[in-house]
């Protein structure tokens, strides 16, 4: 068996074909001759010189020919080596930081390549199946004194190594970390205030309650439901309540609920969105409890993130949510607390919920912004949301897992979408097999979806609830954001050079699936409208109305075979986005503005001449057939998942890197290359 390439366990530079060396005593072998014994057709002995050589006038050289030895590599390693030839013959000079950026990304290390009889020897005896002795098999807490809560203990920190060092030398009985009581405290710190507050009457307070959870409350956990409306009652019954943190999420609850409950501005006082005089009543109670968070704590952050949002403060919303997400970190939401800790069922099924949707609303508004995932999901492992472990009267707290699990798993994906897609450190990664990878997770999602969040294939734009539209509206979204580039890439190539463009019939279905989640969209969104359903005033109705829109308007120039429908669809959306704006959307007010742009741009465009050429290129493309079978590849025939050519371009092996069918990007524009889906 050949030997495989070792290298230092500090040195994880790329391994260089020049280090690749056999032992001295393998150099030459007997069975290869020497070019004079070779040319005369005789026997060669070996040696240096052979017996032949030694035999002949002095001076005569023996010299053996090179072989062309096979050395076994690392495929990661001819990735690179690929890697660096494209840059070096595009003429591209990466900068130091490039070069350091790239070494890090790819670490050849003893971990990386296969382990042979000798390992051990070649790195000193180190023992090779050593494992991590601070790291155990479950996350580290220990039980506050104060609270009786789980502290999370993070094992990188110095202070868990020097506990971890206290163990071990008393004998490796329990030994807690010291508690951080030797801080800085001042109220001007937490930002406290005497707390100033009215309270609505105690059945509208009720009221907004009902309203915020039937919008909000199977998309997220933002309460105990039970626990919430007890100590709202007792806060009522008493008058006063001692928790500050508690009353701040009760007013955001409040501002939600009155935001979701008026239809338009005209119907409230002055010109404030409907929960504005709540909310900040909620701002004037928040307290910067970052140094004793709790788990109240983030859920108020959490729900003024959800507000802040309506206001159109979109990096408000952004900061609110890492804020809450940083603090689930500190307090270890992200990992599962280990039995025999003093907490109960609820509470343990609480930070899980409450982790959960975070996570969910952390990936939308960095989704919405265009911003990287803040925490990788290798670095998560709490379970998912269940009523499992609940007892009847427990599981009145929650909502059906099955909606929350449905939306974590699609926060999921938009994470790798905004993350291979868009990211800037994966732009050396094949487009197409970034596209391939993510339409296959959302394929999957769609034929695992739980019947209680389907919607009829035969009613497609009818729902069970606002929840499970929005649900689908989330799916339609992560559809476009992924099959976005190749519709723009088709749109170019029909304007672009002499002649009408051909593309392979995957890429056409690819960007048909991107109009069709579109129109999916659009036909919820006008359902939704009619059915007084849509948040007037809320963001994510909004946003998707102006994504969905803009596809639209590009498909009804194209030459598609629903180029007039989708015409009238766009007209119908701008319409309710005006009628949006009039009622004081503020979302919809700056996507409407962004809109007119738009289309005002491509009407200037069709004027010009250029929009009889794409008729060329689309009308002779065939409606896909697609197979019937259950309801979920019904469903997912209406977002054009089911086509052929996109079960085909699924079901193939994984693009290898530097496939001829990748894109490059320059600046925040994706450019194909020579060839790209032809």
Known sequence: MPKTVRRSLKDTSPVSLDEVEEPPSKRQRSAVACKRCHDHKVKCTGGNPCNSCAQQPPGTECVYPKRDRKVPVQESYLNWLEQEVKLLRGGKEGSEEDAVRQESQTQYTPETVEEDGDYAERIGNVDVNLKNPLMEDKAWFVTDSASWQPIYIGEAACTAFGTRLRQFLNGNDPVAPLSRSKYSKHKAFLRMSAPRFQLPNRAYAHLLLKVALRFLGNDY?????????????????????????????????????EMYANRRLGSTKGSDIPGTG?????????????????????????????????????????????????????????????????????????????????????????????????????????????????????????SDPSHIIAHVKLARISGDIMSDIYGRSNQAKAFVQSVQKILRNLRSWAETLPESVQISPSQPFRYASRNVASLHLCFNQCVILTTRPILFHVFKSCFQGQGAPTASPTTMALADACIHAARSSNGLLTQLWIDGGMAIFGYFDSHYLFSSTIIL??????????????????????????????????????????????????????????????????????????????????????????????????????????????????????????????
Request: glycine share 6%.
């Open 221 to 257: 956990h933002l309460m105990l439901r039970k626990s919430t409306i007890e100590k709202m009652e007792e806060l009522y019954r008493t008058g006063s309540l001692d928790d500050t943190v508690f009353l701040c999420k009760l007013f955001a609850l409040f501002s939600m609920g």
């Open 278 to 398: 709540f909310f900040v009543q909620a701002m004037s109670l928040t307290q910067d409890m970052h140094e004793e968070p709790s788990v109240v704590y983030v859920e108020a952050l959490l729900i003024i993130a959800l507000y802040s949002l309506a206001l159109n403060r979109t990096r408000s919303a952004y900061t609110y949510a890492g804020m809450a997400l940083r603090l689930c970190l500190t307090l270890g939401l992200h990992h599962n607390v280990p039995e025999g800790y003093a907490i109960s069922p609820v509470e343990r099924e609480n930070r899980i919920r409450v982790w959960w949707s975070v996570y969910i609303i952390d990936r939308i508004t960095s989704s919405k912004l265009g911003h990287p995932v803040t925490v990788q999901d290798s670095d998560i492992d709490v379970d998912l949301p269940s009523m499992e472990k609940l007892s009847p009267t427990e599981q009145e707290e929650f």
């Open 553 to 678: 308007m590009m498909s009804s120039i194209l030459g598609t075979h629903n180029s007039d429908a989708d015409r009238e669809a766009a007209d119908t959306a701008s319409d309710i986005m005006e009628s949006l704006v009039k009622d004081g959307n503020l979302p919809a007010a700056g996507f409407y503005e962004h809109f007119l742009e738009i289309r005002k741009t491509l009407l200037e465009f069709t004027e010009r001449g250029h929009s009889n050429g794409p008729v060329q290129l689309m009308e002779h493309i065939p409606e896909p057939v697609m197979p019937e079978n259950d309801i979920n590849n019904e469903f997912l025939n209406q977002t054009l998942l089911g086509d052929p050519s996109i079960q085909h371009f699924l079901t193939q092996a994984d693009f290898q890197y530097g496939f001829p069918m990748g894109m490059e990007m320059a600046g925040n524009m994706l450019i194909p290359r020579s060839s790209l889906f032809e």
